[in-house]
C-alpha cells in the first residue's frame, strides 16, 4: 500500500478483535496500520511489552501487523495493546484473550467480560474504544436433583452439586428466604431446605446456576396415623 495516501501520524485501518479460546490452542491478534513515516509497532499484555520469542511470535506483512501466541494457558488472558508509534505521532488499539478451559466454553447468553473505558487522545491523534463480548458459559451440575415426596409437619432438603452460587424458584418465582424456607451452601453443594411442609409447599421448584437449570417437583401428601385395634 502506498504510505503517501495515508501520510502523518499513525492509523488503525483494521484492529485487532477480542475472542475466546481454550487452553493449548494458538491465537493471532492482527490489525493494519498505516502512516508517513513508516510507524514503530510495538505490542503489550497488561501494559508489560512482549518481545517476539518462544510462544509469542510477531509478524509484518506490508501494512498488517501480527501477534501469535501458542499453546496458550489460562495466564494468556488478559488485555493486549497494538501501539503504533512515529515521528508525527502515536496510536493505538486494546483487545481482551479470554483463555478458559474446554469446560468453560460452553456457550449461552452474551455478557460483557470488558466494557469501553474513557481515554484521553492528543489532538489529531487517533483512539479506539473497544469492548469484548463473550456468551456467558454454562455451569454444569455435578449432582442432580430428584422428585421429593414429604408429608405434611415434616422437612424436606433439595440438593444438589455445582461450583458457584445458585437461585431457586418455585413454580417460576424467586424464592425469598424465611423461617422456614431456606438455601444453604457447604463445599459445592447447595441445598434448599423447607421446614414443616404444607400442601402450598408442593410444585415445582428450579435450580438455576450460571445459565444451567435443574427442574423438579415437591409431593406433599397427608400424614399417615396408625391404627389401634
Do not use: H
Not at 475472542?19 to 502512516?35: H, N, P, R
Not at 483512539?127 to 463480548?133: E, N, Q
Not at 411442609?197 to 417437583?217: H, R, W
Amino acid at each position: 500500500m502506498d504510505q503517501n495516501l495515508f501520510g502523518g501520524a499513525p492509523r488503525f485501518l483494521t484492529r485487532p478483535k477480542a475472542f475466546s479460546v481454550c487452553v493449548g490452542k494458538d491465537a493471532t491478534l492482527s490489525c493494519t496500520i498505516v502512516g508517513s513515516p513508516t510507524p514503530l509497532i510495538t505490542w503489550e499484555k497488561d501494559k508489560l511489552k512482549l518481545t517476539s520469542g518462544g510462544r509469542f511470535k510477531t509478524v509484518e506483512d506490508g501494512d498488517v501487523y501480527r501477534l501469535t501466541i501458542y499453546d496458550l494457558t489460562l495466564e494468556d488472558s488478559g488485555q493486549y495493546m497494538c501501539r503504533a508509534k512515529n515521528s508525527v505521532g502515536e496510536a493505538y488499539a486494546a483487545v481482551t484473550l479470554k483463555v478458559g478451559l474446554p469446560t468453560e466454553m460452553s456457550q449461552k447468553a452474551p455478557v460483557f467480560m470488558v466494557k469501553p473505558a474513557s481515554a484521553r487522545v492528543v489532538l489529531g491523534g487517533d483512539v479506539i474504544l473497544s469492548y469484548f463480548l463473550v456468551p456467558e458459559p454454562k455451569v454444569p451440575f455435578r449432582r442432580k436433583l430428584q422428585d421429593v415426596e414429604v408429608q405434611e409437619k415434616t422437612s424436606a432438603t433439595l440438593m444438589c452439586e455445582v461450583k458457584t452460587e445458585v437461585k431457586w424458584y418455585k413454580d417460576g418465582k424467586l424464592l425469598i428466604s424465611s423461617r422456614t424456607i431456606y438455601s444453604e451452601a457447604k463445599g459445592n453443594t447447595r441445598q434448599l431446605v423447607i421446614e414443616k411442609a404444607e400442601k402450598s409447599d408442593a410444585g415445582e421448584y428450579t435450580c438455576e446456576a450460571g445459565g444451567d437449570k435443574l427442574v423438579f417437583k415437591i409431593f406433599v401428601t397427608a400424614p399417615c396415623f396408625g391404627l389401634w385395634l
